[in-house]
């Protein structure tokens, strides 16, 4: 008897981790062997709270004891909001919503739906007017 496997919260975090530069297509070519179907791709590999941990350490340059609070308390609220049905509108990882919700052997089963845009630095503004010295 085949089961279906539901989309977790997790694994939809995971699905929009996927570096953009490293397509999923190509992903899925060097890890799929030739006799396999063109039916069957292959997923890239989770991301684990410690990679996570590790990347943002990277970007931001902060103390990995800290970045591990931060992330973890993130995590948390995120995972609270869905819990409450929230959808997510978050610059750097898109528009979140839930498309279904089950409940099977005490545990919920959310399926999301994420819309994600081209990837966009923040440009620092300019102020509207020079600093004028007051003395």
């Avoid at 990882?93 to 399926?111: M, N, Q, V, Y």
């Amino acid at each position: 008897m085949a089961t279906t496997k539901k989309t977790s919260t997790a694994s939809a975090a995971k699905t929009a981790a996927v570096p953009k530069a490293v397509p999923a297509t190509a992903a899925a070519a060097d890890s799929v062997d030739s006799s396999a179907t063109d039916s069957v791709e292959a997923r890239p590999p989770a991301l684990k709270i410690r990679d996570l941990v590790s990347r943002v350490v990277e970007v931001s340059g902060a103390k990995r004891k800290d970045v591990k609070e931060i992330v973890e308390a993130t995590l948390t609220v995120l995972g609270d909001a869905l819990g409450r049905g929230e959808d997510f509108n978050l610059p750097g990882f898109g528009r979140t919503r839930i498309a279904r919700t089950t409940e099977k052997d005490g545990a919920s089963h959310l399926t999301l739906k994420v819309r994600r845009g081209p990837h966009r630095k923040k440009e620092p503004t300019e102020p509207l007017a020079d600093e004028e010295d007051d003395s």
